[in-house]
Nanobody, 126 residues
């Protein structure tokens, strides 16, 4: 069983920064790609960013490119999402998720992820 626990959310003004963390326990973390998703009020959950097991590949949705950076520390079983230049439209509950494939490629669709955290709220005020 895998447990994912997000932290680092909060209230920030537009233009500000936040760093989300997701600590994993259980299944070997270092062999699985990790992803961040978000659900804004009244909207479907959407892909934000993903990173391969080795950190060799990263992928971002267009709306966060150049502002968000995903990274991981396999020694600490933790994945991060550095969010800069935040906008009100970034307001959402952010979830981390673990890809089901071992040593697989980066995926952007939820179907490839089998473990999810409980989410952390990010609110960006204008």
């Amino acid at each position: 069983q895998v447990q994912l626990v997000e932290s680092g959310g909060g209230l920030v003004q537009a233009g500000g920064s936040l760093r989300l963390s997701c600590a994993a326990s259980g299944r070997t973390f270092s062999r699985n790609a990790m992803g961040w998703f978000r659900r804004a009020p009244g909207k479907e959950r959407e892909f934000v960013a993903a990173i391969s097991w080795s950190s060799g590949s990263t992928y971002y949705t267009d709306s966060v490119k150049g502002r968000f950076t995903i990274s991981r520390d396999n020694a600490k079983n933790t994945v991060y999402l550095q969010m800069n230049s935040l906008k009100p439209e970034d307001t959402a509950v952010y979830y981390c998720a673990q890809d089901r494939q071992l040593y697989g490629v980066v995926h952007t669709t939820e179907a490839f992820y089998d473990y999810w955290g409980q989410g952390t709220q990010v609110t960006v005020s204008s």
